[in-house]
């Protein structure tokens, strides 16, 4: 049974920083690429971040220079640095497996997510 647990969000003014968490279970961690989506009110859940198994990276265009994915396999942790904080980032933010090949998630369950609120 996956498991997916995020941790780290909050009230943040505009320009500031976050570090989210997210420990996962239930799943071969070390050999999926992990990401992280958000999900804004009215708006569809969308990939922000993803990291391979072998380290490789990709950013959404909204927030590349800004935020940063890593990953611990040894503690099945993936975290999102996230920097110069906008007020449109405001989500709530889930991690989960990605795809590589069309960046869509493995498994369709997801965890409670964290909350995000930047304000102006």
């Known amino acids: 049974q996956v498991q997916l647990v995020e941790s780290g969000g909050g009230l943040v003014q505009a320009g500031g920083s976050l570090r989210l968490s997210c420990v996962a279970s239930?799943?071969?961690?070390?050999?999926?690429?992990m990401g992280w989506y958000r999900q804004a009110p009215g708006k569809q859940r969308e990939l922000v971040a993803a990291?391979?198994?072998?380290?490789?990276?990709n950013y959404a265009d909204s927030v590349k220079g800004r935020f940063t994915i890593s990953r611990i396999d040894a503690e099945n942790t993936v975290y999102l640095q996230m920097n110069s904080l906008k007020p449109e980032d405001t989500a709530v933010y889930y991690c989960?497996?990605?795809?590589?090949?069309?960046?869509?998630?493995?498994?369709?369950?997801w965890g409670q997510g964290t909350q995000v609120t930047v304000s102006s």
């Open positions: 990291v391979s198994s072998v380290g490789a990276t």
């Open positions: 239930g799943i071969s961690f070390s050999i999926n690429a």
């Open positions: 989960n497996t990605v795809m590589w090949h069309n960046l869509r998630p493995l498994f369709d369950s």
